[in-house]
T-cell receptor, first 111, second 114 residues
Framework: ELKVEQNPLFLSMQEGKNYTIYCNYSTTSDRLYWYRQDPGKSLESLFVLLSNGAVKQEGRLMASLDTKARLSTLHITAAVHDLSATYFCAVPQGGSEKLVFGKGTKLTVNP | GAVVSQHPSRVICKSGTSVKIECRSL??????MFWYRQFPKQSLMLMATSNEGSKATYEQGVEKDKFLINHASLTLSTLTVTSAHPEDSSFYIC??????????FGPGTRLTVL
């Protein structure tokens, strides 16, 4: 059974600081997704990582995937308040399109 | 990007009634749609996979007679919560698969059962 673990689950950081969110998964997968969710809203797609070593960047966020270590990271650079949200990683189950989500990381960026 | 809509966005109903939620892919055809449930401050849990023209596939622990799914066309899937009870109150989110690598999520439907 695929398990997806994120840490930390809660992250409070100051504006301007850097931090990394980790996503570990238990079975082989060559794809991983990162989403953002604002309170009361649905998911916004951030990154689709499709191969080992994939690295993608958008603004202050950068995501990477190491399929051998079964690990993805979401790195936040010089955080700003607008990044406050819950971030989820998700991994397809058994080569299917079914996604198993991590528990989410609630990020709060304080002025 | 592709657009997926859900209707209604919010619904309040009395216990024992049934509620239908629609999920539409507006600018692409989706042979597969997914239904997720999210309880407050929790993650998304896949409920079922909806395939156009065939029966839905339910995840373990999800009652198929309670959560009726119909995928009548390539752009529409519906989830009906039958005989709803307060414990069914949740945020229901659908997604539509445009390709093997990409799902687009709807805006969600917040169901409150009194």
């Amino acid at each position: 059974e695929l398990k997806v673990e994120q840490n930390p689950l809660f992250l409070s950081m100051q504006e301007g600081k850097n931090y990394t969110i980790y996503c570990n998964y238990s079975t082989t997968s060559d794809r991983l997704y990162w989403y953002r969710q604002d309170p009361g809203k649905s998911l916004e797609s951030l990154f689709v990582l499709l191969s080992n070593g994939a690295v993608k960047q958008e603004g202050r966020l950068m995501a990477s995937l190491d399929t051998k270590a079964r690990l993805s990271t979401l790195h936040i650079t010089a955080a700003v308040h607008d990044l406050s949200a819950t971030y989820f990683c998700a991994v397809p189950q058994g080569g299917s399109e079914k996604l198993v989500f991590g528990k989410g990381t609630k990020l709060t960026v304080n002025p | 990007g592709a657009v997926v809509s859900q209707h209604p966005s919010r619904v309040i109903c009395k216990s024992g009634t049934s509620v239908k939620i629609e999920c539409r892919s507006l600018d692409f055809q989706a042979t597969t749609m997914f239904w997720y449930r999210q309880f407050p401050k929790q993650s998304l849990m896949l409920m079922a996979t909806s395939n156009e023209g065939s029966k839905a596939t339910y995840e373990q622990g999800v009652e198929k007679d309670k959560f009726l799914i119909n995928h009548a066309s390539l752009t529409l899937s519906t989830l009906t919560v039958t005989s709803a009870h307060p414990e069914d109150s949740s945020f229901y989110i659908c997604s539509a698969s445009k390709s093997a690598d990409t799902q687009y999520f709807g805006p969600g439907t917040r169901l409150t059962v009194l």
